[in-house]
């Protein structure tokens, strides 16, 4: 396993009962359902990764955005290791668009009771969580 732990920030965006997650495509996690996020970079908050990532890869613009809960997240078949931070985040208007097709097939809204199988492993790892999201 690769010695080094990265940190990702996660998105999770509401908008009237609904969560928004990509079908994702390519590296750890391909043909997993996740929400949008990506890696923190050197200097930078976590709240302006998420605005960043949500940005750059559905096109849409988030407010509201509150620190959420964290996990801590392996991937053993890939040998990597992640603590993805999870912040909660509100977007009232636009639909996601697919920027990066090399990364992610699809973006789609779903209830949060009725959310689509499998999870990516951070987001699956942050449900186990008493009270996230349910």
Not at 40 to 61: K, N
Request: net charge negative; with cysteine; glycine share 8%.
């Amino acid at each position: 396993m690769n010695n080094e732990v990265r940190v990702g920030v996660a998105t999770v965006i509401l908008r009237e009962g609904y969560v928004l997650l990509g079908e994702r495509i390519g590296s750890h996690g391909a043909h997993t359902w996740a929400t949008p996020g990506g890696h923190l970079e050197l200097g930078e908050s976590i709240e302006e990764c998420a605005t960043r990532e949500t940005l750059e890869e559905t096109g849409l613009i988030v407010d509201s955005i509150k620190k959420l809960s964290f996990t801590n997240d392996i991937f053993e078949k890939e040998s990597k290791h992640y603590v993805t931070l999870f912040v909660l985040a509100f977007c009232t208007n636009g639909e996601p668009q697919v920027i990066e097709p090399e990364k992610c097939n699809q973006w789609k809204w779903f209830k949060l009771d009725e959310l689509p199988e499998p999870l990516f492993l951070p987001l699956n790892n942050l449900l186990q969580e008493p009270l996230i999201l349910r």
